[in-house]
């Protein structure tokens, strides 16, 4: 329940405070004083999107806060303990909207994003306002709230599920045949994978491939290089023959400087490695040969390589990748006309599921509506509208095409009148007739939600005498259970309220600001009876507000 809201230089409001209670507080004010703006600040908090305009002017930001509680809330203390944001048995919503469009967002004093705060005040608060009364016209918002009536999620889920693989089986098949001609396509990478195929393209292979062309075309040079190095390295003069010769010498003078034997040992190291060195080069020189055959051939192999390269456009290291995916698309073609089968009988399994959830769908609509439809008309006659009737229509959708929202679509139809036909909703209905119809689905649908907070913008608007009585008294029903908050402008639903809020503005210092009082019993008895005759307040009036006051 929303217990305190607090506004600061937002629009003409410089500063206001105001405290709520259970049941029903109503909002007062002559026309243009700024009701509806305590109804923006919460569609703010809410989380709609900012509006640099909403600052008042000369302020670099508009400040606004929320505190709820949660003992009649049980969903939204769990959301706030699930998020790590619990604070006891309370909840601040908090938001600053700035001058230049920017905004930040607070959940109990710690920072949060628009989508948290919009998820959590989803659960705390309802708004009904003239965007919600004529989103009643839009057939697709009826089906849903026929949906939310008829409380089936898991017949949607259902419905959902299988509309969409019906699709996606769908997709897959259209991609097989978009594909064209299979055979022809099979043909194709057979041939492609032939050339790749024929040729070691694996990394490993290629640097093989250009490292044995290195070699055979530098093989004389090559081996020049090596019989240079043994020469010079091996025979009775070369380095290995004197290498011993010094150590001879040093081991003669070890007597003298013992040092000497570790000179010695590192040069009888040096020579075990003279001597690997020496074998090893024996060996490269033994694998080097002159063969211009061979080089041919390895030069043939790296133009088909290249030639390969260039034909796939790809780079010669690509070429193993590519080869492998040709392959798997070949293993998939031949599958193909298989799997065009099996998608034949698959697909038709799923249009015969979803056939099957949404019968059942539609019964169960076809039930809600009836009694949604009875509800709704018994209302309406109360509000006014007597002899009306109220009736809800599910038109088949025009393609047999499996629809994720089911086989129709709900058309609400209104007849304001008695002996005139039902016609839809969003042809006939005035203002004030869509205003109570909106009032009546709300009374109508009470409880299935457990919102604790809902709030009406001029929801009477439209209307006049004893039907706006009879609306009163409809929203002060609806504020037994839960907490209703609703800006009117009529005095018969103000009269209905059990707290009443009056806004009104003054000129100060050449700016227009609104203040909202909360009116005493007498405040009350004065505000009403402006409601009933206009900026002069009379005693007859006054009266007349009295009265009122005193009907509920």
Known sequence: MLSRLSIRDFAVVAHAELEFGR???????????????????????????????????GAQRAELAAEFALDDCPAAANWLRDNELD????????????????SRAWINGRAATLGQLAELAALLVEIHGQHEQQALLVRGQQTLLLDAYARHPKLLDAVREAAARWK?????????????????????????????????????ALAELDASHRRHAHAASLITACEQALAALGGDDALASRLQHLRGGLQRQADNEPRLLEVDAMLDSAA????????LLERIRDDLDLDPDALAEIEQRLTRVQDLARKHRLTPDKLAAHRDTLAAELDALAVADARLQHLDRDIAQALTDWQAAAKTLTASRRKAGTALSKAVAALIGELGMEGGRFEI???????????????????????????????????????????????????ATLGLDAVPTMVFDEVDSGIG???????????????????????????????????????????????????VT??????????????????????????????LLESP
């Open 23 to 57: 049941g029903l507080t109503v909002i007062s004010g002559e026309t243009g004083a700024g009701k509806s703006l305590l109804v923006d600040a919460l569609g703010f908090l809410s989380g709609m999107r900012a509006d640099a305009g909403a600052v008042r002017h």
């Open 87 to 102: 604070e006891g048995d309370a909840c601040q919503l908090r938001r600053t909207l700035r001058a230049d469009g920017g």
């Open 168 to 204: 996606s089986l769908r997709d897959e098949r259209d991609a097989l045949l978009a594909r064209g001609d299979v055979g022809e396509r099979q043909a194709w990478l057979a041939h492609q994978l032939d050339e790749l195929q024929a040729e070691a393209l694996e990394p490993d």
């Open 272 to 279: 075990i490695q003279l001597d690997e060195a020496l074998a």
């Open 393 to 443: 229509d599910l038109e088949a959708n025009a393609s047999d095409t499996p629809d994720a929202n089911g086989a129709e679509r709900a058309e609400f139809l209104v007849s304001a009148n008695a002996g005139q036909p039902p016609r839809p909703l969003r042809k006939v209905a005035s203002g004030g007739e869509l205003s109570r119809i909106s009032l009546a689905i709300e009374v």
């Open 465 to 515: 005498g004893a039907v706006a009585a009879a609306v009163g008294a409809k929203l002060r029903a609806l504020g037994a259970p839960r907490q209703v908050l609703c800006v009117t402008h009529q005095p018969q639903v103000a009269a209905a309220g059990h707290a009443q809020y009056r806004v009104s503005k003054a000129a100060a210092d050449g700016m227009t600001q609104s203040s």
């Open 518 to 547: 909360l009116l005493d019993a007498k405040g009350r008895i004065d505000e009403i009876a402006r409601m009933l005759g206009g900026a002069e307040v009379t005693k007859e009036a006054q009266a007349a507000a009295r009265k």
